[in-house]
């Protein structure tokens, strides 16, 4: 089978919670959580975390995993990943974001299987079903699909808007995981932002807007960002479940 990189960016200067890669939970920095997880993921054959920050690259590798040294002046994750994809050999890369801990491997390598079984494809990512009060909160990205699973669009919005009421459907939120094939990725990097894109600050956006296809596959379970101290506590929580 193909292996492929996943490439972990993880800054130190986020505006909401600075430092949290580093962040103890249950026993270890959040990056270490995610570089484990990202490890035992069978489609992927190399982990890499993409860091702006010496500290960080400094934890990671004295884990015993493999961190580049990338530069400040990067917009986004994307921009981050694609600078350390540059020099891989790997026909996939998989986007996994250094905050989310608790990522379930086996939906990564659904997702990666996507680009394994259609040549054609691009880009893949996941969704999990939500309830109302996540439907509601525009922190929780959601995603339409068509009757092939291909994304319509992208919203902070409580979208689909359905008249008979929320308990009538199903609505997805969208998990912040990509599956790139490489050469893609760095195509992607280069494209300057869109309309839409700048509207709801998301970069999926962009692809979409160029069309560019994205596979939305479904999670076996749902996943919790680190954006801020009040999600490290329930994450915390969780794991002491």
Do not use: W
Not at 37 to 65: H, M, P, W, Y
Not at 147 to 161: C, D, E, G, H, T
Request: net charge negative.
């Amino acid at each position: 089978m193909k292996k492929a990189a996943a490439i972990i960016p993880a800054r130190f200067g986020s505006t909401r919670f600075p430092g949290k890669a580093l962040k103890n939970l249950h026993g270890k920095p959040v990056i270490l959580h995610v570089a484990e997880k990202a490890s035992l993921c069978k489609t992927v054959g190399k982990v890499i975390v993409a860091t702006d920050d010496n500290r960080i690259l400094e934890t990671v590798q004295s884990a015993g995993f493999t961190a580049k040294l990338t530069g400040r002046e990067h917009r986004s994750g994307t921009d981050r990943i694609a600078e350390v994809a540059r020099e891989i050999e790997e026909e996939i890369v998989v986007n996994i974001q250094g905050d989310e801990p608790m990522i379930d491997p086996e939906s990564v390598d659904l997702a990666v299987n996507e680009l394994l079984r259609d040549e054609n494809l691009m880009v893949s990512t996941l969704r999990v079903p939500i309830g109302e009060e996540e439907y509601k909160n525009p922190n929780a990205v959601k995603v339409v699909t068509d009757k092939n699973s291909m994304a319509l669009y992208f919203s902070r919005a409580p979208i689909p808007y359905h008249r008979s009421g929320l308990e009538k459907m199903r609505v997805f939120k969208h998990l912040g995981i990509y599956v790139y094939r490489r050469e893609f990725l760095l195509e992607f990097a280069g494209m300057e932002p869109t309309e839409l894109e700048m509207a709801e600050k998301l970069e999926q956006l962009r692809i979409l807007e160029n069309g560019i296809g994205i596979k939305v596959v479904t999670a076996k379970m749902d996943s919790i960002g680190i954006d801020t101290p009040e999600d490290l506590a329930k994450a915390e929580e969780l794991m002491n479940v």
